[in-house]
Nanobody
Framework: QVKLVESGGGLVQAGGSLRLSCAAS????????MGWYRQAPGKQRERVARIISGGSTDYADSVKGRFTISRDNAKNTLYLQMNSLKPEDTAVYYC????????????????WGQGTQVTVSS
């Protein structure tokens, strides 16, 4: 099993910055893709950004130029640097790792973290 634990959320004023972290632990043979999702009250969960182990990234249009996703493969840790935050960025942010292999012969599994709250005040 794999556990994802997010940290770094909090309350920040508009225009401020936060850095989220997601530490993955457990039996990990291969974890190619990791990503960040968010869910605001009354809205569907949406993908914010994702990164492939080779370094390729993609972002939601709403965060392009403001957020940067990165990962430390040696530490199995995912980051999201969020700059120029806006009130509409307020949401619970979740770490996601799809298709994780716990061994060479295991079936892939998807994992989610428990979420971390980000609140941006105007």
């Amino acid at each position: 099993q794999v556990k994802l634990v997010e940290s770094g959320g909090g309350l920040v004023q508009a225009g401020g910055s936060l850095r989220l972290s997601c530490a993955a632990s457990g039996s990990i043979f291969r974890m190619t893709v990791m990503g960040w999702y968010r869910q605001a009250p009354g809205k569907q969960r949406e993908r914010v950004a994702r990164i492939i182990s080779g370094g390729s990234t993609d972002y939601a249009d709403s965060v392009k130029g403001r957020f940067t996703i990165s990962r430390d493969n040696a530490k199995n840790t995912l980051y999201l640097q969020m700059n120029s935050l806006k009130p509409e960025d307020t949401a619970v942010y979740y770490c996601h790792a799809p298709g994780v292999l716990s061994s060479k012969w295991a079936a892939p599994n998807d994992y989610w973290g428990q979420g971390t709250q980000v609140t941006v005040s105007s």
